[in-house]
Every structure is written in structure tokens, then in C-alpha cells.
């Protein structure tokens, strides 16, 4: 679910680059950026408790 939120508002931040509208932009990079970096917490989270078991 997290990439497509990211894949989303990754599109959208460059939808308003090319309007030129900054603002705009800005705001929806910061979000995508914010659910990739969940998208990346998750994966590790989950690679972690994998090995952890595989112990």
C-alpha cells in the first residue's frame, strides 16, 4: 500500500512541478518521501524478524 501512496504522490508532486506550482510540489514530495521511508522501516522490520526466526 505504500508504494502505491508513494508511486501516487510522487506522480502528483510532478504534476505540479511541471504547472509550476512550488507549493504544491513541495507538499506532495514531502508525503511521498514520508511513505517510502515507511515502505523501507517495513522491509527492514521484516527482514530483521526473518532472520530472527531463522535462528
Not at 2 to 28: H, K, P, R, V
Request: net charge positive; glycine share 2%; proline share 0%.
Amino acid at each position: 500500500m505504500c508504494l502505491i501512496i508513494t508511486l501516487l504522490f510522487s506522480a502528483l508532486a510532478y504534476t505540479f512541478y511541471q504547472d509550476e506550482n512550488m507549493q504544491g510540489f513541495y507538499i506532495n514530495t514531502s508525503i511521498a518521501f514520508f511513505f517510502a521511508i515507511l515502505l523501507i522501516r517495513n522491509i527492514l522490520k521484516t527482514l530483521k524478524d526473518k532472520n530472527i526466526k531463522s535462528k
